[in-house]
């Protein structure tokens, strides 16, 4: 493997860990800067632009108490040029409502993205995510060691945000 591919592969690896971030952190321009302007997102309920993606999901995650987790576990990537195709699997973890109410959205699933390079740089030019499972349930008492450890957050109220400041 020549070492432009394993930057190209590297950097592809990067946009999509950058995109878990953004969305479990709410960061709107991490989103936004993960996707080329003229991309599409096929996202379930939402068909549309990527960077319109972005104020869609943060709005609508703002409205949970606790933080949502995206997980990357398996990237395949073909590299065709100036383009890829990308299978991603993911596991996401998104907790809904409050008290009594509260679910645990789990879903496993897959992005198959084509990125492109255009002007030096990496980006999502075409987004289908794909669910192969979901569970929701949120029963039981919560972990005594939890109350140990800082808990998560969106944007500047999370740890992480520190760290990267």
């Known amino acids: ?11 592809i690896e990067q946009v999509i860990y950058r995109y878990c971030r953004g969305i ?5 321009e991490m989103i ?12 379930g309920t939402f068909k549309g632009a990527g960077i319109d993606f972005a104020d869609l999901i ?6 949970q108490t606790m ?19 990308v299978e991603s699997y993911f596991l996401a973890f998104h907790p809904t409502g409050t008290g009594s109410a509260e679910t645990l959205a789990r879903m496993g699933g897959r992005y198959l993205d084509l990125f492109e390079k255009r002007e030096g740089k990496w980006l999502i030019a075409d ?7 979901t569970r929701t349930s949120m029963s ?14 969106r944007r500047e109220a999370d740890l992480s945000y520190t760290m990267f400041s």
Do not use: C
């Open 127 to 133: 987004r289908k995510v794909v669910s192969d499972w």
């Open 32 to 43: 936004r800067s993960v996707y080329h302007p003229d991309a599409h997102d096929d996202h």
């Open 58 to 63: 943060v709005d609508s995650m703002d409205q």
């Open 140 to 153: 039981g008492d919560t972990w005594d060691i939890a109350a140990h450890f800082p808990a998560g957050a």
């Open 24 to 28: 479990d952190r709410g960061d709107r």
């Open 67 to 85: 933080a949502a987790q995206h997980h990357i576990t398996n990237i395949y990537i073909e590299l065709r040029g100036n383009r890829a195709h």
């Open 1 to 11: 493997m020549e070492l432009s591919e394993l930057s190209d592969r590297m950097e």
